[in-house]
């Protein structure tokens, strides 16, 4: 029952032309691989998924986005509905990201360091069009690629924005983040119990479907999974059908 409440959403980090993973966003600590991000995509899409989150790495690390031509291709070429992130500032970005067809787009430092826009963008675009990234290393936000340590704890964080209306909140627990080594279960528990009205999707060492089942049953939205995939640990032909 729990199982088919879950939502499993591949994941692509983008950096320089090719699919990566950082270790707990560390750049110097990047692993690239052999997939090219528009024939991955087209796999997700044939093996029945409907969504993919995209980060754009390059436009996190130069605070503008960068891969607007390979996001394009893929929206073109696939019937994914995507999720994208990173280096998303101004107005002109989140415009002209819906203009190309992304379904949703994930604010995370902005919503930091200037919420007033992101305000006026829930405004704008609504609630449903809008996710609220929360990167968290020993219950702190973090912001500019987990680079920068900020003094809003988790709980009063996601309690503002709740107030002011977000609906949809990624909630990566960095200590595990592209390590794959096992999904932060009971952190996942604690916060669907603080925020049982937010749709919050886990991410960071997702590595088997018990973990699934898991996080499924504590109430999570969904579930991003990016390195597992990339390294054979969870195939995506057992993903669509769990």
Known sequence: MYVLMLKIIPSIDIYQGKIV??????FNQITYYEKNPIDFSLEVSETGFDRLQIIDLDGTKSKKVQNYQI???????SRLRIQFGGGVKTGEDIEKLYDIGVHQVIIGSLAVNNPKKLLSWLQKYGPEKIIL???VLNGLIRIDGWINQTEFKLHDYLTNYQWHGIKNVIC????HDGMSNGASVDFYKQLKKKFPDLRISARGGIRSLDELKALAKVGCYSVIIGRSIQEGILQLKELAAF
């Not at 990566?172 to 200590?175: G, K, P, R, S, Y």
């Open 71 to 77: 996001l394009s291709e893929i929206i073109k070429n």
């Open 21 to 26: 993973s950082l270790a707990q966003g560390d």
């Open 172 to 175: 990566t627990d960095i200590v």
């Open 133 to 135: 990234g929360a990167d």
